[in-house]
């Protein structure tokens, strides 16, 4: 279904503008993390829907992530091609992920299950931060003291194999908003 490209390919310019407008919705807020790098996923069928099982992408090696366990965000963008059309990038959502202390990676969903806002992380307080309500979400992506969301943070699956060759690969999803059970859509 999906297949990695090199994320160290020159972007072009819709990327570029892509990258530079979630640079600007997470500096023009409280939150200091922002985006650091970027994923891209080459779909040959339509984007996520129901029943796809998400989208396969590698997002980093495990070199890249902090040491100290410390989230770094990164884009997930998908390309789409059939037989004769290259069509624009999208921008699927993005994704937290942080090393453990045991060498493995955890892999959070940043759309905050409440209703769907981007989380951020308040490194001065060691939380997820989300602004639209004031939610705290730990850095094990659960519920925080102030949360109004009716779950923690969407957990993201890691592929276990390719993380002991070094290299982080998620399978992207998204989830319902609202709802205490976490639903893919
Ligand atoms: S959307 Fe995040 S707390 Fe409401």
């Given at each position: 279904m999906t297949e990695q490209t090199n994320e160290e390919e020159p972007l072009d310019p819709q990327r570029r503008e892509f990258m530079a407008k979630a640079v600007s919705v997470f500096a023009g807020g409280a939150i200091v993390s922002i985006p650091v790098g970027a994923g891209v996923a080459t779909l040959f069928s339509p984007l996520l829907g129901e029943g796809q099982g998400g989208v396969r992408i590698r997002l980093a090696a495990v070199e890249d992530l902090p040491a100290d366990g410390s989230p770094?965000?990164?884009?997930?963008?998908?390309?789409?091609?059939?037989?004769?059309?290259?069509?624009p990038a999208k921008p699927l959502g993005s994704v937290f992920l942080r090393k453990l202390e045991d060498g493995g990676v955890q892999a959070f969903n940043s759309s905050c299950p409440h209703a769907g806002c981007s989380v951020g992380f308040r490194a001065r307080d060691e939380v997820f931060y989300c602004p639209c309500h004031e939610s705290t979400f730990l850095l094990d992506g659960?519920?925080?003291?102030?949360?109004?969301?009716?779950?923690?943070?969407?957990?993201?699956?890691?592929?276990?194999?390719?993380?002991?060759e070094g290299e982080?690969?998620?399978?992207?999803q998204n989830f319902a908003a609202g709802i205490e059970d976490k639903k893919a859509i």
């Open positions: 770094k965000l990164y884009q997930v963008v998908a390309e789409r091609s059939d037989a004769w059309t290259k069509y659960s519920r925080g003291e102030v949360c109004v969301s009716p779950r923690g943070l969407d957990s993201l699956e890691v592929d276990q194999e390719k993380l002991k982080v690969w998620v399978t992207f």
